[in-house]
């Protein structure tokens, strides 16, 4: 089975970034790594451009990603607004969003998770049934900024109740600070996998990493090993949530992919554009780039 390398860098790699990225130049970066192969991406979110500016412009973004053969687009929408938007805006996907600790649930969305549960519970219900697809993010599923470290027991309780809301939607289990250890990644995603397999064998847990303490791809690994085939990256290693402090860049898609190829999985992606795209993002005014294949010249020549 091919790995589905899923890139979020025109969303979360860029929503950080202070100076405001033209439309332009984002639209320029979904169509080269649409070039270089990448098939699903995370466009941008229709959240308040009072919180976060730099995701004003995702309807034009989205336009344009529509055009592209074969790409499916995913949106974030932090509450039903923003879920109407995407889908009247006719992105493929919806992406909703909670953190598993109550402290980072109350620092990125200002609620507690029950009721962020239980207004997400109603927006994964009518996106359903109007036909869009569904990507569950639960945030802070390894450490919390403000918590620590969290109990396996707690992501897989929340892991659960997302589980009985549809039995078609993926569920992302994110290290949003990048300070999960490849053990704990192993044993979560091994009990969500074993206890909650996809609908007609389909793909259902996705991983979402950050690479904070360099880690990101020894965990992408380990989530690997024990049977999960949706990786978020982010071409350049872009990224960092604004309310996790001290996180970073999300792991690098050349990383990822260089990792996949070195295993001999499949990801049907243009290595040679993959780094093109990469260069590209890095070089963006106000991106703070990660990753290391971009500065090894072995594997840049390969």
């Avoid at 969303?11 to 202070?18: E, F, K, M, P, T």
């Avoid at 493929?92 to 909670?98: C, I, L, Q, S």
């Avoid at 064998?201 to 999960?228: I, Q, S």
Wanted: glycine fraction near 10%; aromatic fraction near 6%; proline fraction near 6%.
């Amino acid at each position: 089975m091919e790995a589905i390398i899923s890139e979020v860098a025109p969303r979360d790699g860029l929503q950080s970034i202070g100076p405001f990225v033209a439309t332009e130049t984002k639209i320029e970066l979904v169509r080269k790594l649409h070039a270089a192969g990448l098939r699903r991406m995370e466009i941008g979110s229709f959240v308040s451009p009072r919180a976060i500016p730099q995701m004003a412009d995702t309807g034009a973004v989205l336009k344009a990603a529509l055009a592209l053969p074969g790409l499916e687009s995913t949106v974030l929408a932090p509450n039903r607004r923003g879920f109407e938007m995407a889908r009247d805006a006719g992105a493929h996907r919806v992406g909703v969003f909670m953190s598993v600790t109550e402290s980072h649930n109350k620092a990125n969305v200002n609620r507690t998770r029950e009721e962020s549960f239980a207004d997400l519970s109603g927006i994964v219900r009518d996106a359903v049934a109007s036909g869009m697809k569904v990507r569950f993010n639960l945030s802070c599923a390894f450490h919390c900024p403000f918590e620590g470290v969290v109990p396996e027991h707690d992501a897989l309780d929340w892991v659960e109740r997302v589980v009985a809301l549809d039995p078609t939607i993926e569920i992302a289990i994110c290290d949003t600070t990048g300070n999960a250890a490849p053990d704990q990644v192993g044993r979560v995603f091994g009990h969500a996998i074993r206890s909650w397999p996809g609908a007609d064998g389909k793909p259902r847990m996705a991983f979402h990493g950050h690479d904070t303490y360099g880690l990101g791809v020894a965990n992408c690994a380990a989530a690997w090993e024990v049977g999960c085939r949706v990786i978020d990256s982010a071409a350049g290693g872009l990224g960092g949530c604004p309310f996790a402090p001290g996180a970073t860049g999300n792991v690098a898609t050349e990383d990822v992919a260089w990792l996949m190829r070195r295993m001999g999985v499949g990801t049907g992606i243009d290595w040679k554009a993959l780094l093109e795209a990469a260069d590209f993002a890095a070089a963006i005014p106000g991106a703070l780039p990660g990753g290391r294949m971009r500065a090894v010249p072995a594997a840049r020549a390969a």
